[in-house]
């Protein structure tokens, strides 16, 4: 595999793992009240990556098969083509996914206020009422997150996208795409260490972080949507 390829993906990971699924929710259930249950955490991250995993072999294989038939044909227009539409993709979602002027941003925000408690609320509320109930309870949760995060999951289908047209089979395309959602986990995983070894001395530093991501993870993501989606464009013209 590529360099360029591994380095595109774990960018697309690494923005992934900014998401309400991956890294807000996980915060949340980490800053219930009294001991952290790392279980309870544990089994919510495995979830979550394994729905991911699921749903995005099922899409990676898919679009495999529906490129087999004519990958002669169009091997080197492919490989510039879907990551030259990918980039594209992107970089519009960068411009138009968050307001980039003062008054866009307030504007925003006041439409916010404006239409009451908005998805995170939602969300906060929802972890807080499974929190305490079985595994079962948490299961859904991270599943059900999954499936509200699906229709705006464009860095992971950008991802898949990037596999279908590598020439991997089937297994090696697996094995990527549970490296793929290891990496979108593993911010949440170094918090829970942190968090299980420090105790409620991380609990105001996570909070901190909780609120940030509340506030700005929208501005964040845009950005390297934007970025990553000119490093995109810019691979599919080669100088040579």
């Known amino acids: 595999m590529e360099p360029a390829l591994l380095l595109s993906l774990a960018a697309l990971a690494l923005v992934d793992s900014t998401s309400i699924g991956t890294l807000v929710l996980p915060l949340w259930l980490m800053l219930a009240p009294g001991r952290v249950r790392v279980d309870r955490v544990l089994l919510f991250l495995g979830s979550v990556a394994g729905a991911y995993l699921l749903l995005g072999a099922a899409l990676a294989l898919g679009a495999a098969q529906l490129l087999d038939p004519v990958s002669a044909a169009l091997e080197s227009a492919a490989g510039r083509i879907v990551p030259l539409v990918a980039g594209v993709v992107l970089v519009v979602l960068g411009v138009t996914v968050e307001p980039w002027t003062q008054a866009g941003k307030e504007r925003r925000r006041a439409a916010r206020a404006a239409r009451g408690p908005g998805r995170l ?7 807080r009422g499974d929190a305490d109930g079985g595994g079962g309870a948490v299961v859904g949760l991270a599943v059900v997150a999954v499936g509200v995060e699906a229709a705006s999951m464009v860095p992971y289908l950008a991802a898949i996208a ?79």
């Open 121 to 127: 609320a939602r969300w906060r509320d929802r972890v």
């Open 162 to 240: 990037l596999l279908a047209t590598s020439g991997l089979g089937p297994v090696p395309t697996v094995a990527v795409l549970a490296g793929y959602c290891l990496v979108m986990v593993l911010p949440a995983l170094v918090l829970l260490a942190l968090r299980a070894a420090l105790h409620d001395r991380l609990t105001p530093a996570l909070a901190r972080v909780e609120a940030w991501l509340s506030r700005t993870s929208g501005e964040a993501v845009a950005w390297v949507l934007f970025l990553l989606g000119l490093y995109l464009v810019a691979g599919a013209f080669p100088l040579s």
